[in-house]
């Protein structure tokens, strides 16, 4: 048996979200997505983490369920074709934002636990050093390396992985504040980081080019500040849901317990190229080169992306997996795809009504894009869906990429 996973999600506790983004929000969303195991987010928000006590209960080892009082009204407007179980991992995101080595240092970093006493006592320890009430999220001066050692003394299957590995301003390898390479991030204790996340701008064979990342798995996750961008990047686990299989079969780069990565388009992402979205400039790293990585329109410095940056610390050549890489493919989501077809916003009405109707026939939306039969989906939605599916399966797409902030383009069709 295979299931989603999507480990990285904000709460309402944190800045920029939708006020949906509750513990009932994810359990509606995570059945319409076909979501098995879903990151609660921002486990170091002492309100959050009350939230999680008074609705959470233990499930699967390391994992936990909505009680079913508050399950069942959370799936009350779930089609009953998409209805399933839905469990949590308790994880969080960190801002360190510090100095090492004369530089002013931004690396964001993802933590998982296994059970609330732990999650507390990382609070207790994360309180001393800064607030983690203003915010989901913290900014804290904490040197990556001494939380992921506070993260272990909280519990020793307690887990770090840098988020969004390559963004340009809060990542471990990123252009602006990050470091050239896990070891020079985390020193002795590199041994203890199993997985690094790829982040909405980049995908596994843009990583496979960096072979200090061979070591450690892929993930990929949704990053997400409201419920319906739920698995736009996800991962595939087999087995039953268990924390600790989880984790050990990343540790192990384990094709018996991981399956892959679900990805956008990494062009998709608005960090993929290089760009200044001020003079509405966007460069490919070959021109950024060529100009100096200064902006044509102003003059002043680029913000070099995350295909630039790739390029930078890059030792072998593009298509070559490593040993022992797991497998990825492509998905747009399905309300991107139906506001194509029908010609208007994916946010839109006519989108959300057209996407109901198609999950109440053929099950969650991860099921419509990776499994289902396009000529069955054609039967009953449009042909252009079914041949919508074709393409992104095969690749055949039009990308238009993102940079500094601004999100890229996706598109299956074309004007003619």
Not at 336 to 356: C, D, F, M, N, P
Not at 357 to 376: H, K, T
Request: aromatic letters at 6%; one cysteine or more; a neutral charge.
């Amino acid at each position: 048996m295979s299931y989603l996973a999507d480990l990285h999600v904000h709460s309402h506790y944190s800045r920029a979200t939708s006020r949906m983004c509750t513990l009932e929000g994810l359990h509606h969303w995570a059945q319409l997505k076909g979501v098995r195991v879903v990151g609660t987010g921002d486990c170091t928000h002492p309100g959050w983490l009350a939230e999680m006590r008074a609705k959470l209960e233990p499930a699967h080892p390391g994992l936990f369920r909505l009680r079913p009082e508050w399950a069942s009204a959370a799936s009350g407007q779930v089609p009953p074709a998409c209805r399933g179980d839905v469990q949590f991992m308790l994880t969080g995101e960190i801002s360190s934002i510090y100095k090492r080595d004369g530089r002013v240092r931004k690396v964001h970093s993802l933590v998982l636990l296994p059970d609330l006493a732990a999650v507390a006592g990382l609070q207790a320890r994360l309180a001393a050093i800064g607030n983690i009430a203003s915010d989901g999220r913290p900014i804290l001066g904490l040197d990556p390396r001494i939380l992921l050692e506070i993260l272990l003394s909280c519990h020793p299957r307690a887990t770090l992985i840098p988020a969004h590995v390559w963004t340009p301003w809060f990542s471990m390898l990123g252009s602006k504040s990050g470091f050239d390479s896990l070891a020079a991030c985390f020193g002795d204790l590199s041994r203890h980081i199993a997985a690094v996340e790829t982040g909405l701008s980049s995908d596994p064979p843009m990583n496979w080019r960096v072979s200090s990342l061979d070591p450690v798995a892929l993930v990929s996750n949704s990053d997400l500040h409201s419920p319906g961008n739920l698995a736009r990047n996800a991962n595939i686990f087999l087995g039953e849901p268990d924390y600790f299989a989880m984790l050990d079969g990343l540790a192990r780069r384990d094709p018996a317990v991981c399956g892959g990565t679900i990805d956008l388009f990494p062009e998709e992402g608005k960090y993929h190229l290089d760009g200044h979205r001020a003079c509405g400039v966007v460069c490919e790293p070959e021109e950024s080169l060529r100009r100096g990585n200064l902006c044509p329109v102003c003059g002043l410095e680029l913000t070099l992306g995350v295909l630039h940056r790739v390029n930078a610390l890059a030792d072998r050549p593009a298509g070559q997996p490593p040993a022992g890489a797991l497998p990825h493919q492509y998905i747009i989501p399905l309300p991107e795809l139906l506001g194509e077809i029908l010609g208007t916003a994916a946010t839109s009405r006519k989108v959300a009504a057209e996407y109901i109707r198609l999950l109440g026939i053929f099950g969650p939306e991860m099921d419509i894009l990776l499994s289902r039969d396009p000529d069955a989906l054609g039967a009953r939605a449009t042909p252009r869906l079914a041949e919508a599916i074709r393409r992104v399966r095969a690749g055949r797409v039009q990308r238009q990429g993102g940079y500094d902030g601004v999100f890229g383009a996706i598109r299956v069709f074309v004007e003619d």
